[in-house]
């Protein structure tokens, strides 16, 4: 499990180094009017294969520094597509610059979630490395899990501060469901595996360790909506 964690930091700080470096995000562009669609809380883009999802809040005015950021941007979307390739966990990757403009991978209907306007940056991942610096080889992490605003479930976190021309201009998130580690480690119905912190408390087991320690079974908690709160 930690070389599953260890290999997903390594890849996030290659991936932010191509961000800071290989982008152009003030490169000039040209825009099509028809590129984005508006409903009454924000704005997005149509369903396309291969391609990550965008949102902008209805707040943020649609400038030429904004418009540059979409544009340009597009190139992480082959990026994104590779990082989830090499890493199994990772159910979705994002990149969410100062303004609340957001890129996500994959496509997430974002209106079906955020019926009413959030701030994405007051959100625990842009708040944990936010003007923070970028040091290779080393990622952020958001450990204690908490709810995904995408209706993805419990989730943990990697994150890494992004930088254009030593400013910063946003943050990359890979988000990890929590339920991804217990299908591939704690379903073995005949080991035991118990994954306890450093102070000893059970985290997790499997269903024979639960018996060979007497651990009374919880019932999980029960995620079928999105939850916009801040809950743990």
């Not at 969410?96 to 007051?122: C, G, V």
Request: proline residues 6%; glycine residues 2%; negative net charge.
């Amino acid at each position: 499990m930690n070389a599953d964690l260890e290999h997903i930091s390594i890849d996030m700080s290659d991936l932010t180094l191509i961000l800071n470096h290989n982008i152009s995000f003030n490169k000039p562009v040209k825009w099509d009017a028809s590129y984005l669609k508006k409903n009454n809380t924000h704005y997005f883009i149509p369903y396309q294969d291969k391609s990550a999802a965008i949102y902008l809040p209805d707040h943020a005015s649609l400038n030429d520094h904004i418009k540059k950021m979409i544009i340009n941007s597009e190139e992480m979307d082959s990026l994104f597509i590779k990082f989830i390739h090499d890493n199994i966990f990772v159910q979705q990757i994002y990149f969410l610059d100062t303004n609340s403009f957001l890129r996500i991978y994959p496509y997430t209907d974002i209106y079906q979630y955020l019926t009413q306007p959030i701030e994405l940056k007051s959100l625990l991942p842009y708040q944990k490395v936010n003007q923070r610096p970028f040091i290779e080889d080393q990622s952020y992490w958001v450990e204690t899990p908490y709810t995904d605003p995408y209706g993805r479930g419990w989730i943990i976190s990697c994150i890494e501060p992004v930088y254009y021309h030593d400013e910063f201009i946003g943050i990359l998130s890979a988000d990890i469901p929590v339920k991804n580690f217990l299908k591939k480690y704690f379903k073995d119905q005949t080991q035991i595996l118990i994954l306890t912190d450093n102070k000893g408390n059970v985290i997790c087991t499997t269903q024979p360790g639960c018996k060979q320690f007497n651990i009374p079974a919880y019932r999980d908690f029960s995620y079928y909506k999105p939850v916009t709160q801040k809950i743990f």
